[in-house]
């Protein structure tokens, strides 16, 4: 299985679990990280639904609108 972002960040780094309130931050990271695959993938599902089919560069950009959209 691969490595989500948060986990291969977390294996860069010197990560120590007694670290003060980290678990609770990297716990968090996780679940926003999970959160926005989840919400762009049904964004996805509903463009392929309309019948939008995207090449990877397409895709690329639609994730990178979906993360400005969501930022804001």
Known sequence: ????????????????????????IIEQAKEMEKEQIIDFGYDIAEDLACGKY??????EERYNEYLTFKSE
């Open 1 to 24: 299985m691969k490595q989500t972002a948060v986990e291969w960040l977390l294996s860069m780094l010197d990560y120590n679990e007694k670290m003060l309130g980290i678990k609770e």
């Open 54 to 59: 995207r090449d990877k560069k397409a895709m």
